[in-house]
């Protein structure tokens, strides 16, 4: 029997209708089947931390272009120019917890009450676990995983009064295979998966809040200030992304009203399964994982005698 497109031929079975139903029941359920169709974005106050360059700083851009509000919190301005006054520029230590709540205070005073928060920042000491000091772990931990829950329970519980609202974190690839030298960094994004999953039950059943949209996006190496150089992989499994690619992404998934959980490349979605795997094939992956090239310095430094970002 001839091979039919969109069957597979020895069982004849339709893959792509299958795919089809797949990727709808993952997409309604994520979202509690319920579509929300109160996003106004000449409206919508955006907060998007690590917004003044990289992956940030592409969604800053693109939202502000459209006419969208939008608040930068970081620690270092901008690296752009923005023009037409929908950019609003907040110096922030998101290591440090009394910067947080100052910032969030003054964020509601000043611009209103977010109806979206992209917790993107991160930073990464490129540290052994045997060679880093206290300090690189606990401002890695801090900035990466405390940071986004503590601007999370700022900002969310107007979201949830409003049924309305969007936190979208970025987590990446080595949450589900660590490299060596990035331990502590790998931890934090490993905890944001946890935060993304938890968050959405907690809207849904704890606060009947099922229109308050969350989304992650599972990334591969980016090219920004946080990793330079190669990766050493095949660029089709591991590509170092382009900025704007991810930038894009998340705008096109904030813009769509629905919460998405996002691998890029596409293939990465297969390593979410990977705990499943035999240890001897976790192994094999983890081990590919040595040959990396990548320079994990960034651009963060540390003031010795207070422990804080400069």
């Known amino acids: 029997m001839a091979a039919i497109k969109g069957t597979w031929p020895r069982e004849g079975l339709y893959i792509d209708p299958i795919l089809w139903v797949n990727d709808y029941l993952s997409a309604k359920s994520r979202n509690n089947w319920i579509v929300d169709n109160d996003w106004k974005w000449h409206k919508e106050i955006v907060v998007v931390t690590g917004g003044s360059g990289g992956i940030g700083g592409s969604v800053v851009q693109r ?4 006419g969208v509000r939008v608040v930068v919190v970081d620690i270092i301005p901008p690296t752009y120019r923005f023009d037409n006054g929908r950019v609003t520029y907040h110096k922030c230590d998101l290591s440090d917890e009394k910067d947080i709540k100052a910032v969030c205070e ?3 005073s000043e611009v209103g009450d977010p109806s979206v928060l992209v917790n993107n920042a991160g930073l990464s000491r490129g540290k052994l676990i045997a060679e880093g000091s206290y300090v690189d772990n606990s401002i890695t931990l801090r900035t990466n995983l405390l940071a986004p829950f503590l601007l999370t329970k700022e900002f969310v519980p107007m979201m949830i009064k409003k049924n309305h609202g969007h936190i979208f974190s970025i987590s990446s690839l080595s949450a589900f295979v660590p490299p060596a030298g990035l331990a502590d960094y790998s931890a934090s994004k490993a905890g944001l998966v946890a935060f993304h999953e938890a968050l959405g039950l907690e809207l849904k059943y704890n606060h009947s809040a099922p229109k308050v949209r969350t989304s992650l996006a599972v990334l591969s190496f980016t090219r920004t200030p946080l990793f ?3 990766t050493n992989q095949s660029k089709f499994v591991m590509p170092l992304l382009h900025v704007d690619t991810v930038g894009d992404a998340i705008v096109d998934t904030l813009y769509s009203g629905c919460g998405r959980t996002i691998y890029m490349p596409g293939i ?3 390593f ?5 795997a035999p240890e001897w094939f976790q192994n094999i992956i983890r081990r590919a994982s040595q040959s990396l090239k990548v320079d994990f310095k960034g651009r963060q430094k540390i003031d010795p005698t207070t422990g804080k970002l400069i």
Do not use: N, Q, T
């Not at 939202?63 to 459209?66: C, E, F, P």
């Not at 979410?272 to 499943?276: C, V």
């Open 228 to 230: 330079r150089g190669e």
């Open 272 to 276: 979410a399964s990977l705990r499943g």
């Open 106 to 108: 003054a964020i509601r």
């Open 268 to 270: 990465f979605g297969y």
């Open 63 to 66: 939202l502000a272009a459209d």
